[in-house]
């Protein structure tokens, strides 16, 4: 090319959005296939837009320093955790994009919760809430994920499981 020669070569390309475009559809296809069977236990498997797993969220104005604490706190124990960077964000707001974004817990405090070191744990799905210690909340949110885990990886197991079931024929008897 660069040499002035030729040289005889052969080549391919496939484009990296093709085959993402691929794994999507395909994870989308396995999804509606389990939702539809019922395997997930009626929640529902949803494919989500980011790995985040608590959005920390507050109520009240001068809430943005204690709202990086806790993400702080959170990202040390290994927890995927994200806060709004605005300094005084709507609540509705903040359920809207933990919805949206698939982020299945909530951290929610405001001048109340913090005067009694309490804070308020929402599980989106379940559409529960819980008053957690303050002091206690890595652990309480640590075993609810791994618990989220764990039903994840029996669903994930029997959707595979399921898909392989229809994908393999049946041998004919002679």
Known sequence: MFSGKDVP???VSIGIERVFAI???????????????GGSGGAGVVIRATET??????IGNGMQVKRMEVASMLWRAGIKAE??????????????HAF???????????EDELSRGVVK?????????EAVPYEGLVEYLSSKLLQTL??????SALAS???QETATPTPAVT
């Open 9 to 11: 070569a052969v080549g």
């Open 23 to 37: 794994m999507e559809r395909q994870a989308e296809e396995r999804s509606k296939a389990l939702n539809a069977e």
């Open 53 to 58: 797993q608590v959005l920390v969220a507050s």
């Open 83 to 96: 806060f709004g960077y605005k300094p005084n964000p709507k609540m509705g707001d903040q359920l809207n």
């Open 100 to 110: 949206d974004s698939g982020i299945p817990y909530m951290v929610l405090f405001g």
């Open 121 to 129: 744990v929402k599980d989106i799905a379940a559409k529960s809430e």
């Open 150 to 155: 764990s039903l994840l990886s029996v669903t």
């Open 161 to 163: 499981a399921s898909l």
